[in-house]
């Protein structure tokens, strides 16, 4: 059963195969999207002391409703909405170390850069960007938003959660990093992001760009350090 209901997904997202989605990764770097890289927080490499430290995010994640399919843009790492929603999703990430080593039970896991979706159009009616976008060039962003409304139904929905950076901060620190504690329904989940800073990445800048390419902001939600958005392809 579980190699039929792989056949049939693949199938139904017609233009991958899984020899393609699973080879090698491309180099990361400040233009890379949608990868859970060990962050400058973790890595054993960094310098601590060369980044500030964000207080702790707590986010509370209900599970949500959500019809078929669900593509989760860098889905591997932590794979928080793969964790969440199991065989609904199939989570896309730039490494492949970050998906094989994400929990959870996705559907499919597949190598793919968020600017450039091997996706048919309209494909799924939901997806997600769980802490993601941090990791994304701003000048790509809406590179990121005119794929997802390629690939959505119409009436489908995106889900973005990301940290808000502080306005101004210290010029001797080169990045900052995000402890963050998260909440599911069966399960809790403490780890911790390091990225650059970036200027002016605020819940209005993707409300923006959400307007410019066609999406409806149908709810936003600022909280302590972090936001959440919900945008809604037209029918």
Do not use: C
């Not at 060990?38 to 490499?45: F, I, K, L």
């Not at 210290?170 to 909440?183: E, M, N, Q, T, Y």
């Amino acid at each position: 059963m579980k190699r039929l209901a792989i056949l049939l997904t693949t199938v139904l997202l017609s233009t991958i195969s899984v020899a393609q989605a699973f080879q090698a990764a491309p180099p990361v770097t400040q233009q890379s999207l949608a990868g859970r890289s060990e962050g400058p927080a973790t890595s054993p490499q960094a310098k601590p002391q060369a980044f500030a430290t964000h207080p702790k995010l707590e986010v509370v994640l209900p599970d949500f409703p959500a019809d078929g399919l669900i593509l989760d843009i860098g889905g591997g790492g932590e794979g928080v909405i793969g964790q969440l929603k199991g065989r609904q999703v199939v989570a896309i990430d730039l490494l492949k170390q970050e998906l094989d080593e994400a929990p959870g039970q996705p559907l499919l896991k597949i190598v793919m850069d968020a600017r450039e979706l091997k996706f048919t159009d309209a494909s799924f009616s939901t997806a997600t960007v769980f802490f993601t976008f941090m990791y994304i060039a701003p000048a790509d962003h809406e590179k990121v938003f005119r794929e997802l409304y390629r690939v959505l139904r119409p009436g489908g929905r995106v889900l973005v959660w990301d940290p808000i950076f502080p306005a101004t901060h210290d010029p001797s620190k080169r990045g900052i990093a995000f402890p963050i504690h998260v909440r599911l329904p069966a399960r809790e989940i403490n780890t911790g992001y390091g990225v650059p800073f970036r200027d002016g990445q605020s819940t209005e800048h993707f409300a923006s760009l959400a307007a410019t390419t066609g999406f409806e902001v149908v709810s936003r939600r600022n909280e302590a350090g972090w936001f959440f958005l919900e945008l809604k392809k037209g029918k």
